[in-house]
């Protein structure tokens, strides 16, 4: 019960206890009216904490989903990051991989008039009404990891994420280094590719970073979505199986769908890794990543961080102190090759 209701409800009976001329209340009432106090005095805390949480900076996240274990520890990294002990108060929203999903949350956000909105887009396009919608109601909106590709800039406050393109650009320059040291180099190279979702800037970067660093003797035999889903991936990989009996490399745009096609590879009775028939390389570096490198399935994942939270905090410290952020801020990234694997494991936060 909120307090004014009690402490109206209390009045009330007082009143009729004064009316009634009952000096002395009998042992019942007495024990009723202790009773009510009671519940008044508990409900004095929730009422500080009320002014406490007016204090707090209230944050909404339009979160993709949980397609994969980046984004696992993307969510956490946000929920561990904007608790209540820091100073704010953290609306998460998970929309199932739905760009529909995420303008319903932005609009809900602009509703409950929240301080920030931090989105990470489903895909790039799309967004232009909702976040007039955010302007026009003096939210700032926060991008974080994936990008959003709109004709007014002024539109976002700023973005921070991995340079997808790089990513791509790495893994391309992995591979002719490696094929370089098998003695391998002119061999004709056959490449399958495991798209993330489609319209997604990790997908058309890494697809666009990795195609444009091809060499002339790689031959791209099939690309399709595997939508960042280890299942999907694994469906994806044994379609691709059964069409073509050459392929030389996978390339997986996220570590989950690696995992699937590293399934359906062994499934298939072939090999894969350092010593196998079939090259294998992913994107993100999650600890899992890392144990099937040590295993020997996969030859190399190339890093793309995902603890945006502490980042995306910076940003709001900075511009509740009045400050400016740069429009585009790029984390740095690594490349981790199998052979590295078992050294690093242990420092990975995720
Ligand atoms: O946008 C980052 C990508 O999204 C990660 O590579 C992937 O695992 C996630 O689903």
Redesign the pocket.
Known sequence: MKKKTVSVLLSVFMAATLLAGCGKATSEEAATEEAATEETETEEPAAEEEAASDDLIVVGYAQ??A?????TANTESFKSTFTEENGYKLIFDDAQQKQENQIKAIRSFIQQEVDYIVV?PVVETGWETVLQEAKEAGIPVILS??QMDVSDDSLYTCWV??N?IKEGQDAAAWLKNYLEEQGRADDEINIVTLQ??IG???QVGRTEGFGSSMEDNWNMLDMQTGE?TQSKGQEVMESFLKQYDDIDVVVA????MAFGAIDAIKAAGKTCGPDGDIIIIS??AVKAAFESMIAGDMNVSVE?N?LHGPRVAEIIQTLEAGGTVDKIMYVDEEVFPAETAADVIGTRAY
């Not at 745009?253 to 989950?256: A, G, P």
């Open positions: 993709v989903g397609e994969s274990d980046w984004r990470a990891d994936r994420g991995g997808f993330g979702t997604a800037s990790a960042f745009e996220n570590d989950n994107f993100d793309c995902p």
